[in-house]
């Protein structure tokens, strides 16, 4: 008799998945194809990792994971208020515009405007999915132990080495 392959850490799992969030569709597989990724590295949010544990090729299943289990909670800190007339006039002042940002060392960040007031306005840095219950359908389309190359990378190689 053969043992049938079940996710386990040190499996690679090809993964087919729709990610619903407030009840829209945000990222599909059928859009790019399924993902591949090392059970047990942290390759995906941990949620949704400790979710798969013992599934079968072929299997579905419903995950919802809630956002302490995603990307976080919304962090309060993360909010700053700007005066209205530092931002470029092509910009759109309305909730939800996004933009790209530079710190003082350079570095982009992205922001996205929560609040338009009379003089100033508030904008959010947190993760967009932060705060966020994530529903997925997942769909095991494959599984192979993982080479030892790869467990030592942590990440799957598919046709090239590095
Ligand atoms: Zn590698």
């Known amino acids: 008799m053969s043992a049938v392959l079940k996710v386990a850490d040190g499996q690679v799992i090809e993964m087919d998945y729709?990610?619903?969030?407030?009840?829209a569709i945000i990222d599909a597989s059928s859009e790019h194809g399924p993902i591949e990724f090392i059970q047990g590295k942290g390759n995906i949010i941990p949620g949704l990792e400790k979710a798969l544990y013992g599934m079968t090729v072929g299997e579905s299943k419903d995950v919802v994971v809630l956002a302490g289990d995603a990307y976080g909670e919304k962090?309060?800190?993360?909010?700053m208020e700007v005066p209205r007339n530092q931002f470029p006039v092509d910009i759109p002042m309305e909730s939800g515009t996004q933009m790209e940002l530079h710190d003082?060392?350079?570095?982009?960040m992205v922001a996205r405007i929560d609040r338009v007031g009379e003089t100033?306005?508030?904008?959010?840095f947190n993760h967009p999915l932060a705060g966020k219950e994530l529903h997925f359908a997942v769909k095991i389309a494959g599984l192979r132990p993982a080479t030892q190359q790869e467990l030592d990378h942590g990440h799957v190689h598919s046709g090239h080495d590095h």
Do not use: I, K, N
């Not at 962090?75 to 909010?79: G, V």
């Not at 100033?120 to 959010?124: G, I, Y």
């Open 75 to 79: 962090d309060s800190q993360a909010y």
């Open 120 to 124: 100033s306005v508030w904008l959010d």
């Open 18 to 23: 729709t990610l619903r969030v407030d009840g």
């Open 104 to 108: 003082e060392a350079g570095q982009p």
